[in-house]
C-alpha cells in the first residue's frame, strides 16, 4: 500500500538556522509532489509544487527537492523565524489529482 | 478572488444524532470538491472528492455520506454519529483547470460525545 513517512513528529531549531523537513514515500509514483503549512486550528495553506520532472523549486526562503530515484523531497526553510514554527505536510498527487498527505511535521523556531 | 466558507466552525454532537457540515466556494465554477478528516497530530485523510454535481466518490467505507446538489456546495452527512467521527474536518475545492494546489476551508472541529 502506499505509504508516506515525514522524516520526524517535531523539530526544534535556533532562529537563523536552516530548517530541513524530509517527505519519504513507498509504492507511489506522483505526477507531483506540494508542501503546506497548517497552523494550529487552522486548515493548511499551500507552499510550494514540485513536478515529478524538476529536481528543485525555490521560493523566497524556501526550497524544495525532488527525488524520484529515492522516493524523497526534502523542504527548507533558510534563515528560520519563529513565525515560521507550524506543521508542515507534504502531499503527493496522482496524475487524477486525489492527494496523499503524510502525517505532518511541528517545526519551532526557537528565538 | 475565490474563496471557500465552511461551518459550523465547532460541533458538539452526541453519539447517534445526525450530522450535516456544508461547504461552499465562490468565484469559481466547476471545481473538484473534496472532505478531509484530519485526527489530532495526524495528517488529512481523503474521504470524498467530487468532479461535479451529483457525482461523488467515496475513498473511504465509514458511517459518513457526501453531496453535491450544486456545483459549488458539498456537504458532509452522516444519520448516526460513532465516537470515533470525532475530528478536524476540512474541505477543499481545486481549480480543474490548474490542478497544481487544493484551496482549504477554515475547517469544522467535531467533537461527539
Known amino acids: 500500500s502506499q505509504k508516506i513517512e515525514q522524516n520526524s513528529e517535531a523539530l526544534n531549531i535556533q532562529e537563523g538556522k536552516t530548517a530541513t523537513l524530509t517527505c519519504n514515500y513507498t509504492?507511489?509514483?506522483?505526477?507531483?509532489l506540494q508542501w503546506y503549512r497548517q497552523d494550529p486550528g487552522r486548515g493548511p495553506v499551500f507552499l510550494l509544487l514540485?513536478?515529478?520532472?524538476?529536481k528543485e523549486k525555490r521560493k523566497e526562503r524556501l526550497k524544495v527537492t525532488f527525488d524520484t530515484t529515492l522516493k524523497q523531497s526534502l523542504f527548507h526553510i533558510t534563515a528560520s523565524q519563529p513565525a515560521d514554527s507550524a506543521t508542515y505536510l507534504c502531499a503527493l498527487v496522482s496524475d487524477a489529482g486525489k492527494s496523499t498527505f503524510g502525517d505532518g511535521t511541528t517545526l519551532t523556531v526557537k528565538p | 478572488s475565490q474563496t471557500i466558507h465552511q461551518w459550523p466552525a465547532t460541533l458538539v454532537q452526541p453519539v447517534g444524532s445526525p450530522l450535516s457540515l456544508e461547504c461552499t466556494v465562490e468565484?469559481?465554477?466547476?471545481?473538484?470538491l473534496y472532505w478531509y478528516r484530519q485526527a489530532a497530530g495526524r495528517g488529512l485523510q481523503l474521504l470524498f472528492y467530487?468532479?461535479?454535481?451529483?457525482?461523488i466518490s467515496s475513498e473511504v467505507p465509514q458511517n459518513l455520506s457526501a453531496s453535491r446538489p450544486q456545483d459549488r456546495q458539498f456537504i458532509l452527512s452522516s444519520k448516526k454519529l460513532l465516537l470515533s467521527d470525532s475530528g478536524f474536518y476540512l474541505c477543499a475545492w481545486l481549480d480543474r483547470g490548474s490542478v497544481d494546489t487544493q484551496y482549504f476551508g477554515p475547517g469544522t472541529r467535531l467533537t461527539v460525545l
Open positions: 514540485i513536478r515529478e520532472n524538476e
Open positions: 509504492n507511489y509514483s506522483p505526477a507531483y
Open positions: 467530487s468532479v461535479g454535481i451529483g457525482q
Open positions: 468565484g469559481t465554477s466547476n471545481p473538484n
